[in-house]
Antibody, heavy 127, light 110 residues
Framework: EVQLVESGGGLVKPGESLRLSCAAS????????MTWVRQAPGKGLEWVGR??????????EYAAPVKDRFIISRDDSKNTLYLQMNSLKSEDTAVYYC??????????????????WGQGTMVTVSS | QSALTQPPSASGSPGQSVTISCTGT?????????VSWYQQHPGKAPKLMIY???KRPSGVPDRFSGSKSGNTASLTVSGLQAEDEADYHC??????????FGGGTQLTVL
């Protein structure tokens, strides 16, 4: 069974740091382009960033609100995706999901359709 | 990139059809046929319902359909059922390897 499980959420003060993890199983993690998406309480989804597979170049993209503060990394030997969040602000309060696209036949949808999602982990930034 | 625009709410009676819109710009929805729709029940993770504007992943009922005209995409749910009551989010590829989402629409089955 394809599965993503996030962990590491919690309550932190503004300016502090937190690292989230996403453990993957049931598929070849090293081939997957992995994405972080967040959802503030009562709000819509917000794309945070994406890490391409190493074979596809391993490039990382970030949304403007988190660029220069958040760092996405991956350890393919541990089938794990990470989100290092620094200089946290109250507006970063959200449920954080890791997610993944999919391939259907010869066509892959890594950057436009997220078919597999974790259960999410809550991050609260408050003094 | 600004978020896509969705109506905050929509509703319909069982058996009826309801359409939810998702408006972007010529740089995202209008530029690419890579619009997706997600269903999200309270406290749950989103579920992919539509991709590439009008394609359904395996297991999604054909009551769910998607379309696009210009900078606006739409999700239509036909033959509404009680279990369709959920939040629906649209997304679009926006170029430069970036994805953007809409603000979400709460669908109520009356």
């Amino acid at each position: 069974e394809v599965q993503l499980v996030e962990s590491g959420g919690g309550l932190v003060k503004p300016g502090e740091s937190l690292r989230l993890s996403c453990a993957a199983s049931g598929f070849t993690f090293s081939n997957a382009w992995m994405t972080w998406v967040r959802q503030a309480p009562g709000k819509g989804l917000e794309w945070v960033g994406r890490f391409k597979s190493r074979t596809a170049g391993g490039t990382i993209e970030y949304a403007a609100p988190v660029k220069d503060r958040f760092i996405i990394s991956r350890d393919d030997s541990k089938n794990t995706l990470y989100l290092q969040m620094n200089s946290l602000k109250s507006e970063d309060t959200a449920v954080y999901y890791c997610a993944m696209g999919f391939c259907a036949g010869s066509s892959c949808h890594w950057d436009d359709a997220l078919a597999v999602w974790g259960q999410g982990t809550m991050v609260t930034v408050s003094s | 990139q600004s978020a896509l625009t969705q109506p905050p709410s929509a509703s319909g009676s069982p058996g009826q059809s309801v359409t939810i819109s998702c408006t972007g710009t010529s740089r995202d929805v209008g530029a690419y046929n890579y619009v997706s729709w997600y269903q999200q029940h309270p406290g749950k993770a989103p579920k992919l319902m539509i991709y590439e504007v009008n394609k359904r992943p395996s297991g999604v009922p054909d009551r769910f359909s998607g379309s696009k005209s210009g900078n606006t995409a739409s999700l239509t749910v036909s033959g509404l059922q009680a279990e369709d009551e959920a939040d629906y989010h649209c997304s679009s590829y926006a170029g430069s390897n970036i994805m953007i989402f809409g603000g979400g629409t709460q669908l109520t089955v009356l």
